[in-house]
Each structure stands twice: as C-alpha cells, then as structure tokens.
C-alpha cells in the first residue's frame, strides 16, 4: 500500500469505503504495472503489504449491496517467502 485517496465526490455505493493506492509487485517484490486504486475491506494502512482482487471478484465481500469496484484489498500479509525455481545447467 503506497497511498491514500480521498475522494469528496464519488458514487454513491463507495460512501464511506476506504480507498488505497496499491503497487502492485512481482514475487521478487519488484515493482510491476501502474498503481491500483482499490476498496478496503480489511482495514490495511500505508506501508503495509496485501493481497487484492480485480474484477467482479471484488465486490463479493460487501454482498448483498453493489459496491461500485473491480479492486479490493481482500488480506493483510503477515509473512511472504519465495523461492524461485531454479534451472539445470
């Protein structure tokens, strides 16, 4: 999470949603892509790694209402470890 949108003006449905800047990363934790702005349904901050959804997937948390969104912010990572495969010689 690299920001926060405040947004006086917006839909309806998004009134009183956190909103998050997100950079999306690669496994080695290298910057991939464009920022994502996204809901936050978990409560996640500045600085703090996550995982989110896109697409229609997104609004699913905030079933039955109609969250006008195809970004959310569905968990907090609390450990990542990754090991690459390796190639043979």
């Known amino acids: 999470v690299?920001?926060?949108v405040v947004s006086t003006h917006k839909d309806q449905s998004l009134v009183g949603q956190k909103l998050l800047v997100l950079q999306p990363v690669s496994p080695l934790?290298?910057?991939?892509?464009?920022p994502v702005?996204?809901?936050d349904s978990v409560g996640a901050g500045v600085g703090?790694?996550?995982?989110?959804?896109r697409g229609r997937?997104?609004?699913?948390?905030?079933l039955p209402d109609?969250?006008?969104t195809d970004a959310?912010?569905?968990g907090i990572v609390d450990q990542w470890s990754y090991q690459p495969?390796?190639?043979e010689p």
């Open 85 to 87: 495969e390796t190639q």
């Open 29 to 34: 934790r290298k910057e991939i892509g464009r």
């Open 37 to 39: 702005v996204a809901v």
């Open 48 to 53: 703090e790694e996550v995982f989110f959804v």
């Open 66 to 68: 109609q969250v006008t």
């Open 2 to 4: 690299i920001g926060n």
């Open 72 to 74: 959310n912010v569905v």
């Open 57 to 62: 997937e997104a609004t699913f948390p905030f």
